[in-house]
């Protein structure tokens, strides 16, 4: 019977050191994920302060696909589909965010900008997209990475209102254009500007923000404890006397 009791005590104490492992584990991994879009957010600050406009030729610098940099530069919009991002939630609403390609003069490839978010009706059909400006335009703005894919990846949706897709995918967006490559990042225009739909300079609009990945790690760690906790007790409490 003795021998029995151990055996069960080491399977519970098996199972417990596994449950709390996964649980750090994963609060660990929130714990990283607060500070990275804490310094996400601090290096965007940083640059809308400064404003210090850089050439647009920067969106072509591989080593700073990551980053995020203001630029200014001319150009013209390239005459092609617009390219609507699913799943793009503003003030509680659904909707999309439209981009199109625009040829800079300072860059060989094109870039990638966003001209706003428009809303979704109930049916998700869009409102008439305007055309782009014509000519030669002047554009300032934040260069940013794309848009996170995250795990839902799929071919574009070719529409009347352009190409519908959950993730921008650059490899993708360039063999539509026909070109070899296209600009790592993107660019968000000054809302200040007269272009496009609603716009704004937020880099985390449908993602969760550091004090969430904070509390989501809080309760990985509680719950890591509570196990720990629990099997603590269960292991050293008195046991029922045996009566003969």
Same mark, same amino acid.
Request: proline share 9%.
């Given at each position: 019977?003795?021998? =029995?009791? $151990? /055996?069960?005590?080491?399977?519970?104490?098996?199972?417990?050191?596994?449950?709390?492992?996964?649980?750090?584990?994963?609060? $660990?991994?929130?714990?990283?994920?607060?500070?990275?879009?804490?310094?996400?957010?601090?290096?965007?600050?940083?640059?809308?302060?400064? =404003?210090?406009?850089?050439?647009?030729?920067?969106?072509?610098?591989?080593?700073?696909?990551?980053? /995020?940099?203001?630029? &200014? &530069? $001319?150009?013209?919009?390239? +005459?092609?589909? !617009?390219?609507?991002?699913?799943?793009?939630?503003?003030?509680?609403?659904?909707?999309?965010?439209?981009?199109?390609?625009?040829?800079?003069?300072?860059?060989?490839?094109?870039?990638?900008?966003?001209?706003?978010?428009?809303?979704?009706?109930?049916? =998700?059909?869009? %409102?008439?997209?305007?055309?782009?400006?014509?000519?030669?335009?002047?554009?300032?703005?934040?260069?940013? !990475? %794309? %848009?996170?894919?995250?795990?839902?990846?799929?071919?574009?949706?070719?529409?009347?209102?352009?190409?519908?897709?959950? &993730?921008?995918?650059?490899?993708? @967006?360039?063999?539509?254009?026909?070109?070899?490559? @296209?600009?790592?990042?993107?660019?968000?225009?000054? !809302?200040?500007?007269?272009?496009?739909?609603?716009?704004?300079?937020?880099?985390?609009?449908?993602?969760?923000?550091? +004090?969430?990945?904070?509390? /989501?790690?809080?309760?990985?760690?509680?719950?890591?404890?509570?196990?720990?906790?629990?099997?603590?007790?269960?292991?050293?409490?008195?046991?029922?006397?045996?009566?003969?």
């Amino acid at each position: 019977m003795r021998l =029995r009791h $151990r /055996y069960t005590r080491l399977i519970g104490w098996c199972a417990a050191l596994l449950c709390i492992a996964v649980f750090c584990g994963l609060g $660990r991994w929130q714990w990283q994920r607060m500070h990275e879009k804490q310094a996400m957010l601090d290096a965007v600050a940083a640059v809308l302060e400064k =404003r210090d406009a850089l050439p647009l030729a920067v969106a072509a610098d591989t080593a700073k696909t990551n980053g /995020y940099d203001w630029v &200014g &530069g $001319r150009g013209r919009f390239i +005459e092609a589909s !617009p390219w609507l991002l699913d799943n793009q939630q503003r003030q509680g609403q659904p909707g999309v965010r439209v981009f199109r390609a625009f040829q800079a003069e300072a860059l060989e490839m094109p870039l990638l900008v966003e001209m706003g978010w428009l809303p979704l009706a109930a049916n =998700r059909e869009l %409102p008439r997209l305007p055309a782009p400006p014509a000519g030669e335009v002047m554009l300032s703005g934040l260069l940013s !990475p %794309p %848009p996170s894919q995250g795990l839902l990846k799929g071919v574009p949706a070719s529409t009347a209102a352009g190409y519908w897709v959950v &993730g921008l995918d650059m490899g993708v @967006i360039a063999k539509t254009l026909a070109v070899k490559e @296209i600009a790592p990042r993107i660019l968000r225009p000054d !809302p200040a500007l007269p272009l496009g739909q609603v716009r704004d300079l937020q880099v985390l609009p449908n993602t969760l923000p550091p +004090e969430k990945h904070l509390g /989501y790690a809080v309760q990985w760690f509680a719950l890591a404890f509570a196990v720990l906790l629990t099997a603590l007790i269960l292991s050293f409490r008195p046991g029922k006397k045996r009566h003969e």
